[in-house]
């Protein structure tokens, strides 16, 4: 198994083994998801609708090419419309929310969902209207690129 990939699988079974432990809320509960790490940075407003948190947790770099770190949507907060060159690797850790890849129903993503983005193929992700979204992201082979921003997704295609 390459060092890269046995890195991905060690950080998504830790992320997954530790929030197993976690206590669940119901999905009605407005407050903030229960976190692994910390909240991080606010993401800028030009990428996202409402507040999406970041914290980075593997730098790039040219031995992994692989981008790892972990975003916290509040409560109807997403992203825009991106792309990324070599695709996306989601794990949703807690809450409830939304995927959708550009011309395709939008799909409700929970704890414990895996969801691959495919390379150049636009796609948005957030939180539900009523709960928090957290997950990790991870981004492979970054010499190709790491991420194209788009349009915002439109409150239309949010509630649709």
């Not at 991905?8 to 083994?17: S, V």
């Not at 539900?128 to 190709?144: A, F, H, M, W």
């Amino acid at each position: 198994m390459k060092r890269s990939n046995l890195l991905i699988t060690a950080i998504a079974f830790t992320a997954l083994l530790t929030t197993g432990c976690m206590e669940n809320k119901p999905e009605n509960d407005k407050t903030e998801v229960q976190a692994i790490f910390p909240k991080g940075e606010l993401g800028p407003g030009e990428n996202f609708t409402g507040n999406a948190w970041n914290t980075p947790l593997v730098a790039n770099d040219s031995t992994y090419n692989t981008v790892i770190g972990n975003v916290y949507f509040e409560p109807g907060a997403r992203s825009n419309w991106h792309t990324h060159p070599a695709g996306q690797i989601l794990i949703i850790t807690s809450g409830v929310g939304f995927h959708q890849i550009k011309g395709q129903p939008k799909q409700t993503i929970r704890k414990g969902d895996v969801i691959k983005c495919p390379p150049n193929v636009e796609h948005w992700h957030g939180a539900s209207p009523d709960t928090g979204l957290q997950q990790l992201y991870i981004i492979p082979n970054t010499e190709k690129g790491i991420v194209q921003w788009l349009k915002p997704v439109t409150a239309e295609e949010y509630n649709k």
